[in-house]
């Protein structure tokens, strides 16, 4: 049984074959079948505590484009609310078979506890834990740098990010998405700059594999990246948050500052985005921002992960499914 819980769980050569697969797997949302029969018979369970668009939409969309059944189950309107616990939810849902749970939590560690459990037999993969992790987040990020930043083999995508600079801005000390992007980029061989006012940085920053800075004005030239990071009010103290103006006007990126980036160098955002905080609408809007090619990358990501858990290990195969059955 395997699962995908941190970024820390994949070796250089795991993640290149997850990448290396969305990218076959891409070339199937171009064609008039869009489906894939490779999980017939197979059910995918989202198992979502927390709110999400895009990777609950995008899990969902990757396992029927893999011909799986889909079971959408979110806290909200669940008996969740009535207090039901966590190894309860788990125990009904592997009463129904399911084959992978995709669970989304609030708590820090709640995928690696559904993991570790008997609950459960299937593969679990972490949607995003607390401020933990959120490992197909950056395995999408990295799909999107492969895409813009590098060349594979005959002039193809899929090159490596082995020296390629990301800056990674913002609400650091909050952010499961900065967290496993730091370890992925790191195993794929990036150099990763954070940049953070003091209170929004962890304690133990300075031990991270990273360089750290409070200005951001001063690695703009030197990042083939940058990568805006939304401000998690829901998950801090007032007293940690600058007012909206000066966070905007130190750490937030306008035309200006993106002008001053090398002009290769993209803006990338995981969403969903504050726009007028850490981003301008300007920046959002331009065609170097790829906050929506990582949702599009997301899909074939999130459809890799699931066949290699579940489906097989080697090279995707691309057969379009029989759609009349
Ligand atoms: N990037 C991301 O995880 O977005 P959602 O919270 O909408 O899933």
Redesign the pocket.
């Known amino acids: 049984k395997r699962h995908l819980i941190s970024a820390t769980d994949l070796t250089r050569d795991d993640a290149v074959l997850i990448l290396d697969t969305a990218e076959e797997l891409a070339r199937v949302a171009d064609r008039p079948i869009k489906k894939l029969p490779t999980l017939r018979g197979r059910t995918v369970v989202n198992l979502f505590f927390e709110?999400?668009?895009?990777?609950?939409i995008s899990f969902e969309a990757a396992a029927k484009r893999l011909s799986a059944d889909v079971i959408n189950f979110s806290a909200k309107g669940s008996s969740v609310s009535k207090g039901e616990s966590l190894k309860d939810t788990a125990l009904t849902l592997e009463a129904m078979g399911a084959d992978a749970v995709v669970i989304r939590h609030h708590d820090s560690g709640a995928p690696h506890r559904l993991a570790t459990s008997d609950w459960i037999g299937g593969c679990v993969v972490n949607a995003?834990d607390g401020t933990h992790e959120?490992p197909t987040?950056a395995l999408l990020d990295a799909f999107t740098l492969r895409r813009r930043l590098t060349e594979g083999p005959n002039g193809g995508v899929g090159g490596d990010l082995e020296g390629r600079r990301v800056t990674i801005v913002g609400d650091i000390l909050h952010s499961r998405?900065a967290r496993s992007n730091l370890h992925l980029l790191t195993t794929l061989g990036a150099e990763v700059t954070v940049v953070a006012p003091p209170t929004l940085l962890p304690i133990g920053v300075a031990h991270w594999p990273c360089a750290v800075s409070y200005d951001l004005d001063s690695v703009l030239s030197k990042s083939d990246a940058v990568m805006m990071l939304r401000v998690q009010r829901e998950r801090m103290n007032a007293a940690y948050f600058p007012t909206e103006r000066e966070y905007a006007r130190r750490y937030g990126l306008d035309g200006d500052r993106m002008a001053r980036m090398p002009e290769h160098a993209v803006v990338m955002h995981?969403?969903?985005m504050n726009r007028g905080m850490e981003i301008t609408a300007e920046v959002a809007d331009s065609p170097r921002c790829t906050a929506v090619e990582q949702v599009s990358g997301g899909v074939s990501v999130r459809m890799a992960v699931l066949y290699l858990l579940l489906g097989g290990a080697g090279p995707a195969d691309t057969t379009p499914a029989d759609t009349t059955r």
């Open positions: 709110d999400s668009t895009r990777t609950r995003g959120h987040q998405v995981p969403g969903p």
